[in-house]
């Protein structure tokens, strides 16, 4: 009796061990109790998120062209040409619109025989020297009489100040006729007292123009 009561504790004991070893702690799969462990996780298929395209340097900005520092700086007038005077057409004249320039003046009066006789060198020079500004100056006279001379010598092609006055006369310091006051562009003078003749004349002018 006694050993059939310890053969029954026997198998107790090992039924009871059997029950405790099958809730091990790993997930393999256990054909006997039809388990199997979940699935690995598939790798993923989709592309991570591109960086976006970095910006291109930007291009430096064109330098802004600064001013020319060569501005032209009109020709200074001399004190000799600050007067307004009328020519014998009635057109208003300023004596500054001939600073820079080579200047002839030649001052004459109506009545003056040196002065007809030497109006034809003038006429001539006018044409061969066309960078020089030649500017006759009439006084001592009626404005009646100066037109009558222009059409006399047949000088029309020359402007001719009338300058009934004297005003012109005084501020290039001239007191008699003829007389001719050379300028240079830098605004110095000479003054030559007439009459010249054709070759005095030309000779003046290339003195003045430095040939």
Request: net charge neutral; charged share 15%; hydrophobic share 45%.
């Amino acid at each position: 009796m006694i050993k059939v009561r310890a053969a029954t504790a026997l198998i107790s004991v090992a039924l009871l061990a059997c029950a405790c070893g099958g809730a091990g702690g790993d997930d393999t799969a256990d054909p006997a109790r039809g388990t199997a462990p979940p699935p690995a996780a598939a790798p993923s298929t989709s592309a991570p998120p591109s960086a976006p395209p970095s910006a291109p340097p930007s291009a430096s900005a064109p330098a802004t062209p600064t001013a020319s520092a060569d501005a032209v700086t009109p020709a200074a007038v001399p004190a000799a040409l600050a007067f307004s005077a009328r020519t014998l057409d009635g057109e208003s004249f300023q004596g500054a619109n001939l600073a820079g320039k080579p200047v002839v003046f030649w001052f004459w009066a109506p009545w003056c025989p040196k002065c007809v006789s030497e109006a034809p060198a003038v006429k001539a020079a006018t044409a061969t020297f066309g960078e020089v500004a030649f500017v006759g100056v009439a006084g001592l006279d009626t404005e009646a009489a100066m037109k009558e001379f222009v059409q006399m010598t047949r000088t029309g092609d020359i402007t001719h100040l009338a300058d009934v006055k004297g005003a012109v006369w005084t501020k290039l310091g001239v007191s008699q006729q003829s007389t001719f006051v050379f300028m240079k562009p830098d605004g110095s003078t000479t003054k030559v007292s007439g009459p010249l003749d054709q070759d005095a004349l030309d000779g003046h002018v290339r003195r003045l123009l430095g040939r």
